[in-house]
């Protein structure tokens, strides 16, 4: 995949967040976590095995959540903007 293809996040209905395209994972410390996936399926039930990544367990607990376009529209209106690292944000 190269470098200059553009990353995009699609929120599942009561599943994962998936982040398709050359994104760099990382810790909370700037530690980059190395992969070779074209595709990461990051959890948004909190509780995955595998955190930060998703291993199916929202079929299990039942997660909810239909991710609407209203909804995250109200939310990203709501927001406070997280502080950057001087990375370019867009």
Do not use: N, W
Not at 25 to 38: C, F, I, K
Request: glycine share 6%; with cysteine.
């Amino acid at each position: 995949m190269r470098a200059d293809e553009e990353v995009t996040v699609t929120i599942c209905p009561d599943g994962p967040l998936l982040v398709r395209g050359p994104a760099q994972l990382r810790t909370v410390d700037g530690t980059t976590v190395e992969h070779d996936r074209s595709v990461l399926a990051l959890c948004r039930c909190g509780r995955s095995r595998l955190k930060p990544l998703c291993d199916g367990s929202h079929r299990l607990s039942r997660f909810r959540d239909p991710a609407s376009a209203e909804q995250i529209d109200h939310v990203l209106a709501d927001a406070t903007p997280l502080p950057t690292d001087g990375a370019d944000a867009a």
